[in-house]
C-alpha cells in the first residue's frame, strides 16, 4: 500500500463562467490513513478541491494522484478507490432509503444481490434500517446525511471525500456523525473534509491546511497551528467604543500584527502568556483605561484563522 | 485494491457498452420509481393534452370543416404528436432539476457509464410517453375517433411519434444541461416547442395559414410527422402514398445522430 494517500501539486483552476480564479497554486499531501481537514471560509476552493480529486471536474494546470495513480490518466481507477460526500446530501428524494443504497451499488458495478445486501448492511450501520422503505422526503436532515454517507461507502472506499459533512446539522447529529467518521478513520480508511467549523477540524483532522482565496495559507497539525501563532491570547472587553479605540492605538503600537478586535474585545497572541498579560494590562491602566472584561486563554483555531486572514471564518 | 488496478486496464469497447446498457437499465428504473412517487405530475401532464382533446373536438372543431374526414379523426394524430413533444420538455426539466439538487454530483464521480445518466432520462421518459399516448388513445376513442386503417398501421404510427419524441427529448437534454434551474429550462422549452406544434398541420390544414407560414408549416419535421401518421392511422388524405413516414424517420434519426452526441459532449463537459 503506498504510504501517500493523496498528492497535490501546484493545482489551479479557474471558472470559465465566472471567471473566478477558485484555485490558485495549491499542494499537500495525505498520508494513507490519515485524516486532511481543509479548512477556508465560504468561497475559499475546498469544494473546487475536492470537484478534482473526485474526478468532477478537471483542474486547469498543476496535477494530482491518488495512490500514485495520476488523476489524469487513471480516471477510472481512482473513481473505485475513492468515496464522495458531497456538500448537498446527493440523494433522491423520491427514492426509498434501501432504493438509493441499492441503485448508487449498482452504479458501483456491484451484482443485484450484493447491492442489496450492501444496502442492508448500511442502512444497519448508520442507523436507517427502520426507515429503510420510507422515501427519503420523509427523512430529517440527520437522517439524510447519514444516508449520502452510507452512499459514500458502497464500494469501501480507501479514501473517503466528505465536503463540509455537518454543515446546517444540529448539535446531536453533528456528533453522531463525528462519531461514524472516526469509526471509518479507525478503520483504516483516509478522510480528506472541509469544514467550516474549527471545531470539527480541530476534533476529527490528524493535518490541518487552511486556504482563502484558492491559496494555501497555512499548513500543519491542529497543535502546530496554535503553536506558530502563540501560545496564549489574552482578550480584554472594553466599556465602549471609544475606550476600544484608544486601547486598539495603545496596544498595536506595542503588539503589532498580534492584535485582533472584535466589537468591544481585543485579542493579544503571544507565546509568553504570563508576561504578556502584565504588559497588556500596564498599558491599559497607565492610559486609565476601563476595561469590564480579561480572559487568559489557549488560542482557539478561529484565532489563528483571524490572525492569518483577518477575518473570522463564519463572517460571510 | 491490485485487483481494480488490473480490472481498469482491461476496459474496453464490449465491456463499456455492457456498463452503458447496465447502467441506463438502472438510471432508468430510478427515473421511473420517482414519476411513480408523484402521481400528480403524470396526471396533469395527462390532463393538459385530453383537455386540448376536449377543446378542439367540442370547441374549435366545429369551425373547422376539412373534406373527407370528420374532425375527429384529423385531429387525434395531431393531438398524439403534441402529446410526445410537450411530453419531452420533461426530460429538460428533470435534468436541471438533478443537476441542481447535486445528485448528477455524485454520479460523475462513480465508476458508471457517464451517458448512462441522459440515455436512462430520455428512455424514461419514452416510457413514460408510452403510458400518456395509451390513455390518450382511450380518450379519443371515447370521443369518437375511429381507426380507418389497421391496427398494425395505428401502431406503426405510434411507434413514428415515439421515435420523433426521443429525438426532441436529446434537444431538450441540451436545454436542460443549458439551464441554470428546472424553472428556467421549462421557461426555455416553450419558444421551441409552440410555434412547431402549433404552426403545424397537426390541428388545421397548412392550405389554411398565409404564405409565407405556410412554406414553414409544410416542411417543418413536426408537420411530415403529423402527416405521416395521420395517414397510417386514418388514411388520410386516402389518394397519396406515405412518403412522409420514411420523411419523418430520417428527421428523426437525423435529429438523434445530431443531438445526442452533442447533448453526450455537453455533459461530459462538468463545469
Ligand atoms: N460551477 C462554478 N462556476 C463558476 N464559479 C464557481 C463554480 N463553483 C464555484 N465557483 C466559484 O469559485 C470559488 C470557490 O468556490 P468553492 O470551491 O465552491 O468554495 P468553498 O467550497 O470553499 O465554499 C467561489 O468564488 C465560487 O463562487
Ligand atoms: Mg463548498
Redesign the interface.
Known sequence: ?NEIAIEVNDLSKT???SKVKALDGVSFQVKTGKVLGLLGPNGAGKTTIV?IL????KQDSGSAKI?G?DLAS?T??I????G?A??????????TGF?NLT??S????MNKVAAKSKALELLEKFDLIAAKDR?LKTYSGGMRRRLDLA?SLV?NP?ILFLDEPTTGLDPQSRLMLWDSIQNLVKSGTTVLLTTQYLEEADRLADTIIVIDHGRLIANGTPTDLKKRFGSSVISITLRNAEATDSATRLLSANFPNKLLSEDNTLKVISQDGPKLTLDVLRIIDANNIEIVGLNVSEPSLDDVFLTLTGQTIQEN | ?TD??QN?TK?NWTKSIY?LV??TL??T??NL??YT??PQALFFSTLQPVMFVLLFRYVFGNAIPIKNIQYVNYLIPGIFVQTVLFGSVSTGIGLAEDLQ???I????????SKMAVLTGRTIADMARNIVVVTIITGVGFAVGFRIQTSVLSFVNGLLLLLLFSFAVSWGFTIVGLSAPNSETAQVMSFPLIFPLTFASSAFVPVATMPTWLRDFATYQPVSVLVDASRKLMVNFPANISNWSAVESIFWSLGAIAILLPLAVYKFSK??
Open positions: 500500500m471558472y470559465p463562467k470537484r473526485t474526478t468532477i471536474i495512490f495513480l487513471r477510472h481507477a473513481k473505485q478507490l475513492i464522495l458531497g456538500q448537498y446530501a446527493a440523494v433522491d428524494e423520491n427514492l432504493e441503485m448508487i449498482r452504479l458501483n458495478h422515501t452512499a464500494n480507501a | 485494491m481494480v488496478l481498469s476496459t456498463w447496465t447502467d438502472t438510471m428504473k430510478r420509481i420517482s412517487r408523484i439538487k447535486g445528485i454530483e455524485r454520479f460523475r464521480a462513480l465508476p458508471m462538468a463545469k
